[in-house]
């Protein structure tokens, strides 16, 4: 007995739901690493740092 299309495709779709759930949280946990905190309050700070005057 082979394998049909069906079951392809079911196990395709769960391997990617899996992959991006995992992905997702990788994403997450990056983000709200301590030790980031710094590195992202830094890159947040310096895209105002020139522009929070009125343009002449």
């Not at 007995?1 to 899996?18: A, E, N, Q, R």
Request: charged content about 25%; aromatic content about 14%.
């Amino acid at each position: 007995m082979g394998v049909d299309h069906d079951t392809i495709v079911g196990l395709s779709k769960s391997f990617g739901l899996f992959y991006l759930i995992a992905l997702s949280a990788a994403v997450m946990i990056y983000a709200y690493w301590p030790s980031n905190k710094k590195h992202f309050d830094n890159a947040a700070k310096t895209i105002l740092r020139d522009e929070d005057k009125p343009w002449r």
